[in-house]
């Protein structure tokens, strides 16, 4: 029998926390054989990515690994970081959910990409560049010569995440840790990424670990599946029989994560709460010695939309599409032109002072409750923080009725609302702002990407609020994603962005099942990379093993 290349025995791993001591990891065995995939799945918190952060000795200055975590035979807990960089960033490598924040803003690709091939490989600086213009070769950065000499902020998400890619193919390892690699990248992106890194796998003949809460990447791509919950693997085995018939009541909850079913139509006679008409946005980049106008993009292109009571209209595309931009130029929050029509109101006369007594009746929930959501003040606060603005008169004891009201309404503890933000998990953060939103009693509700960045199970969740706080106020929704399961699961009309424009529109069933463009099916067929196999024939790609 091979020999796995990589051995976890009884691998516990704990943290002091000001509550004491938390048990994050409870004695876990996994193997990992060489040239395969295997995947570790669970939600938020149930302790994959610090299994693999004990493995590569990167935990928390507060926590520590016990137990047996062998590499080709060679127990690696309890060495001293000085031994341990003998194997990780050579033998072990690791690539992070985030590349921007794991991308040193200071310094160019060109010398973090160096670095581990000066420091683990021993070559000369000028041997390393060499070799830096061949790894961003190997993982399809056009003119490598060139894009060495940018800085991560240069270059685009997915550019980035290659170049992450590059940085722990730097010394072919044996072993590639894929945390969360692809979740906050366009659907097209990541299908790339994945391809990408299947490409790599049978080229250079590595084992990778993929860290995921997205099932459907899994199913596609691993060999193997271990399924964690709170620091446990409940279920493991060969991917396509675990899916097929999982034992554990957890891996079957995962696995009918999917937001399924569609949303009640809007009544015939409902009336239109927003109607837009050929709206434009145009940006100018400043450059040169003296600030004149050094290029000119037109970020949305003549859009137009209309979203009547209990309505949603779904805003689909790759970044830079212009959704976002346009989600914002609707609700005058940057300048544009055109036409938009709120109720009997013309938007685009309105300075910013007739805006405001509208505000409440316009707003906005964004991708990223963590960093819209005030460190410094308590989730109460935070929910009615609006009312002090279009309900001073009324009292602090009616506020706290009012959140205590608003936090039932989105499914939270009332008691919970004296927390603060950092004591919620990323999907309760996301009902506070859900909750900061619905306490004004809106009319219409742009919601930005408000599920991207949580696990499938809370995804789900969030999507069903959505519906039954649509249902019961008559709310009309503008749902910007790149998610296109989310998307179709909670629209009635879809358009499709590209470029500033609208390239398609219709009906969910129009678009999912009779899309028109090649570009509207570019993107379905990327989408499905995170779906049920059987409702996307043909997509299913190659699994990532040789």
Known sequence: MTQPVLAVRNLNVRFRTGDGILHAVKGIDLDINPGETVAI?????????????????????????????????????????????????????????????????????????????????????????????????????????????????????????????????????????????????DVTVQAQILELLADLQKRLGMSIVFITHDLGVVRRFADRTYVMKTGEVVESGETEALFSAPKHPYTKMLIDAEPRGRKEPPPADARVVLDARNVEVTFNTKGGLFGGVKHTLKAVDGVSLSVRAGETVGVVGESGSGKSTLGRAILRLLPASGHVRFEDRNLMPLDRSAMRPLRRHLQLVFQDPFGSLSPRMTAGEIVTEGLLVHDPSISRKDRDRRAAQAFEEVRLNPSWRNRFPHEFSGGQRQRIAIARAMILHPKLVVLDEPTSALDRSVQKEIVDLLRDLQKAHGLAYVFISHDLAVVRALSDEIMVMKSGRVVERGTAEEIFHHPRETYTRDLIAAAFLNADPDEAPGTRHAPLAS
């Not at 690709?109 to 581990?116: C, D, E, K, M, Y």
């Not at 060139?146 to 193919?169: C, F, N, T, W």
């Open 41 to 185: 799945v669970g939600e938020s918190g149930s302790g994959k990515s610090q299994t693999m952060m004990s493995v590569m000795g990167l935990l928390a200055s507060n926590g520590w690994a016990e137990g047996s975590v062998k590499y080709r035979g060679d127990e690696l807990i309890g060495l001293p970081p000085a031994k341990l960089n003998d194997y990780r960033g050579s033998k072990l490598t690791m690539i992070f959910q985030e590349p921007m924040t794991s991308l040193d803003p200071l310094y160019r690709i060109g010398h973090q990409l160096a670095l581990p091939l000066t420091t683990h490989g021993g070559m000369s600086k000028s041997a390393a560049r060499k070799r830096a213009i061949e790894l961003l070769e190997l993982v399809r950065i056009p003119d490598p010569q060139r894009r060495i000499d940018s800085y991560p902020h240069e270059m685009s998400g997915g550019q980035r995440q290659r170049v992450m890619i590059a940085m722990a193919l730097a010394n072919n390892p044996d072993v590639l840790i894929a945390d969360e690699p692809t979740t906050a990248l």
